[in-house]
């Protein structure tokens, strides 16, 4: 059973998360700062947010009683949905406090030793890669 849930979540971020909230990162933070793309307008923006926090709301309306998406124990699965949401929650600047779910999970995963160890170096990444964008502007 435990296996099923795993899989489930690994469906869930592959055909549903991602396609619905992969968008706002492309559009309002990758394509403008790395692709040299246009930004959206503002009510494009706000569309886009608007889906990706929608999106969040359903991850918390479904999250189970366990301290993981998939029960007591960290998986795979909580390390893969993790990742995509650092990118949300460092690059577009999204604020978690709101699903209370999800946040404390969040809070958890982060704190896993080696997550943090591997926070630690996305962070050194994501500053270098801030400063080689502004020296190209």
């Not at 307008?41 to 926090?53: A, I, N, V």
Request: negative net charge; aromatic residues 10%.
């Amino acid at each position: 059973v435990h296996m099923a849930k795993v899989d489930e979540l690994f469906d869930i971020h592959s055909t549903w998360v991602y396609t619905k909230c992969q968008p706002a990162l492309n559009e309002i933070m990758i394509g403008p700062s790395m692709m040299g793309a246009d930004p959206p307008t503002e009510e494009r923006k706000k569309e886009l947010m608007g889906e990706l926090h929608g999106v969040l709301q359903i991850l918390e309306d479904t999250f189970g009683d366990g301290q993981y998406f998939t029960g007591d124990t960290l998986t795979i699965a909580d390390i893969h949905m993790y990742n995509l949401l650092l990118g949300y929650v460092l690059w577009l600047g999204v604020d978690l406090s709101a699903y209370d779910k999800l946040n404390t999970w969040y809070k958890t995963v982060s704190e896993d030793p080696l997550v943090a160890e591997c926070d630690d170096e996305a962070n050194k990444f994501f500053a270098e890669m801030q400063a080689a964008m502004m020296k190209k502007s």
